[in-house]
């Protein structure tokens, strides 16, 4: 933040043309160069900093905590956000209001400023950065809403994410992408609010921790789903299926629309030294070096997170829920000895408890004569039931996230509840609630 990198990146994510494709059918593959760039950045900054790794948040162990009601905030459930310098206001507060980022107005609760260096340089944009007119005047400080008042939403439960990597047959890049991105991703990003729901996002370190978790699970995706040898490039695995998205899935390039190619080099630009946009690596750019030393730059050198070279990397879930997903794949539903294993294995007893609530509950459907492909789901909307009668409830997102983040549609918890109420929807899992309530407790009748 101090020498004007951070919010050049914030910069590429606002720029229209990068915005889109960052948004379109490769959402996936665009944030990966994006968070192998910043991370390089980063590993710059010093030889204290040299082996920096943007880590991923253990999500699954945050929901799976809150459902056992020893917890009921983001913070409380997960110490990442107050590690990120969010909850802490020192010096000038400067309470709810509008603020700018980069251009990008958000409502926000306060302005937090803290000691952590996550936090303490934050500057708005280019222009503040290069007149000195930082928030740094007053108080230093990143908009946020006040976090540790915000409960997890329902996209985080590891039902909901399993089913949008694996809910359905024959598997394709098209669904995962859609499933993580409108689902999981905008969750958060609605949840957490303020500079995080706008596109101005990247100005909040938190963003490349939340982007990291999205990653992870096309990680997860890439490694149980792709055929493992010379798959071809448009591989419906791995490449978009462009009837599947309707007008969007197209590339805008110099005025002319088009289809995506594997070997098309990826749109990131940003206001170079001459004051105008350039790409990244422009001599120009002073992100150059950076994006130099990635050296990915089309969609097909991005694939694989094993096979980037030495940009190459890999996840370690160690026994949390996330690591389930990696071992197990689609099997992850199933009872299995495997999963026993695992089970014994785990030291988080919130982790094991969720762990046998959904062998339980996976079998009860089993004997009701749920469709197996149908299971998962089925658990998926019990869950839904769960967060909106027996925790804080769920709603549908704001309307300044919708307009701010171009959000279109409701969160699934949100239409699965209004599906059920309007009887268009039905579990059809006779005493569910029975077998839910011997894991989780709720005080609502409904349950």
Known sequence: ????FHHKFIEIHL???SEHEAHDCLFFLWHRRYLLAYETM????????RCITLPFWDFSTLSAKYATGSCSTFPECNPLLSDMGALETVGYDLGAGTYTVSGAGCQADTCVKSAHPVTRNFCQSQDAFSTKRCYQYVAACIPRNKWSLTAPPS??????????????KPYDFTKVTKGVQYRYHNGIHGALASTMGTFASPGDPIFYVHHATVDALYAIYYQCVVPPLNVDLKHSTVWPNRANWGASCSKVRNGVTGAYEPTDHLTMNLIGANGKYVDVQDPSSVLKPFFDAVGLQTFADLYDIRALGEMS???DFGLSSLGGLAQQ????ASPTTVRVGLEEATTDEVVSKEDQFMREM???CQAQNV???QIMERINWMQCVFHNECKQGVFDYSDAFRTSFDVHGSPYCYVTISQLANRTLSINVPGWEQVYARHYSCASTVM
């Open 1 to 4: 933040m101090v020498l004007g």
């Open 15 to 17: 720029e229209s043309k």
């Open 42 to 49: 980063l590993r710059s900054l010093g030889d204290q900093y």
């Open 155 to 168: 996209d985080t439960y590891i039902s909901n994410v399993y089913n949008q990597l694996f809910s359905s």
């Open 313 to 315: 990397y890999s996840y």
């Open 329 to 332: 794949c689609d099997n992850y």
């Open 362 to 364: 996976y079998l009860y």
């Open 371 to 373: 469709p197996q492909d």
